[in-house]
């Protein structure tokens, strides 16, 4: 199992019941879509639109997207979808 690092904001939200940060390295190994954002992060989508940011090796944050607003952001040049 790789490594789990996390940001103090990751950390903050792992400890938050509403976020989906328990799954964030499950489906950053088997994701459902990745993405790139404008500023390098890389976004990782999970079942259901679990949604996971990692800067280089560590985790972010997470929350839940639909499919609508995952396509907007790539309409309006926020993400750039790789899978």
């Not at 989906?20 to 950053?28: L, N, V």
């Not at 639909?66 to 979808?81: A, F, H, P």
């Amino acid at each position: 199992m790789p490594n789990k690092k996390r940001t103090i904001h990751g950390q903050q939200r792992h400890r938050d019941d509403d976020r989906p940060t328990a799954q964030a390295f499950r489906d950053k190994e088997n994701p459902v879509e990745i993405y790139l954002q404008r500023d390098g992060r890389m976004v990782y989508i999970g079942k259901s639109g679990r949604t996971h940011v990692f800067e280089a090796e560590a985790h972010l944050t997470s929350f839940i997207t639909t499919k609508r607003v995952r396509e907007r952001k790539v309409w309006n040049g926020l993400w750039q979808k790789l899978f």
